[in-house]
């Protein structure tokens, strides 16, 4: 009897490794890594005149929410302040 469970549990260990290699294996490619991290294929492409673009875009985003973010707060009823900085922690 513990022969034939030393038999399944050996047996189970080497499933169990074989199936861990094949994830492995498959994880570690270049078309899984891209997938779970779209920065990796765009990063490379990455100029410094997109950078300047992006920060426009991220201060035109960041002037619109100022005062909206004061109007909301307002609208609720509280001081602008709050809202204010809660648009800027969730956001």
């Known amino acids: 009897m513990q022969s034939q469970a030393t038999s399944f549990s050996s047996k189970a ?3 169990l490794t074989s199936c861990i290699q094949t994830e492995m294996s498959e994880m ?3 078309k899984f890594v891209q997938r779970r991290l779209p ?3 765009w990063l ?3 100029t410094f005149s997109s950078f300047g673009q992006d920060m426009l ?12 973010s004061m109007a909301y707060a307002d609208v609720a009823g509280l001081p602008p302040q709050v809202n204010l900085l809660l648009h800027m922690r969730f956001s």
């Open 57 to 68: 875009a991220g201060l035109t985003v960041a002037l619109t929410l100022i005062p909206q």
């Open 13 to 15: 260990a080497v499933t």
């Open 39 to 41: 920065v990796t294929k």
């Open 28 to 30: 570690c490619t270049k």
């Open 44 to 46: 490379p492409q990455y």
